[in-house]
T-cell receptor, first 113, second 116 residues
């Protein structure tokens, strides 16, 4: 069966520091991968999605970037964190077919101080 | 542009009451998919149901039921005989048909609290 992992689970970082969040999926090949952010107040915002290695689509211009160095690995990065980057970051995956259900990982809670 | 509206920000009920969570959507696509997810306090989003735009049959799964009405662009979720474990934030979401990837547009969520 497929599983999705995210780490770290929680992170406290100072403003201006770099960021690297990792998401990996097991038990599937060539998944579509997604990064969402959930700020305080519950709404989920799609940040990036990827349909293959090295293929990244950005939904919202911001301080963050994403990379997909391997088929089942999706990384969210920042060179310099802002206070507004605080939030709950969720990774999701779907099979490569169109219009499949997205399944979410456990999330990473990021607090920027 | 797609939009999902969950007008109920918070709902509080007493255990064993029935509760309905409303969801209204907007889309120009003729083919689309609707979803409900549950987010317990742990934070992980748990998939509950997916419905495509051509299937207006209502669905029941245990204490959960969903009412999809294309004429009113609504996809409401009812929990029968609610339990304390149902306390969570519930999200309705809409996906658009694209050539690659399937991007979800989420509502703002409804915080459901079931009191003993």
């Amino acid at each position: 069966s497929q599983t999705i992992h995210q780490w770290p689970a929680t992170l406290v970082q100072p403003v201006g520091s770099p960021l690297s969040l990792e998401c990996t999926v097991e038990g599937t090949s060539n998944p579509n991968l997604y990064w969402y952010r959930q700020a305080a107040g519950r709404g989920l915002q799609l940040l990036f999605y990827s349909v293959g290695i090295g293929q990244i689509s950005s939904e919202v211009p911001q301080n963050l970037s994403a990379s997909r160095p391997q088929d089942r690995q999706f990384i969210l990065s920042s060179k310099k964190l802002l206070l507004s980057d605080s939030g709950f970051y969720l990774c999701a995956w779907t099979p490569p077919a169109r219009e499949e259900t997205q399944y979410f990982g456990p999330g990473t809670r990021l607090l920027v101080l | 542009a797609q939009k999902v509206t969950q007008a109920q920000t918070e709902i509080s009920v007493v255990e064993k009451e029935d509760v309905t969570l409303d969801c209204v959507y907007e889309t120009r696509d003729t083919t689309y998919y609707l979803f409900w997810y549950k987010q317990p306090p742990s934070g992980e989003l748990v998939f509950l149901i997916r419905r495509n735009s051509f299937d207006e049959q209502n669905e029941i799964s245990g204490r959960y039921s969903w009412n999809f009405q294309k004429s009113t662009s609504s996809f409401n979720f009812t929990i029968t005989a609610s339990q304390v474990v149902d306390s969570a934030v519930y999200f309705c979401a809409l996906s658009e048909e694209k050539t690659s990837g399937s991007r979800l547009t989420f509502g703002e969520g409804t915080q459901l609290t079931v009191n003993p």
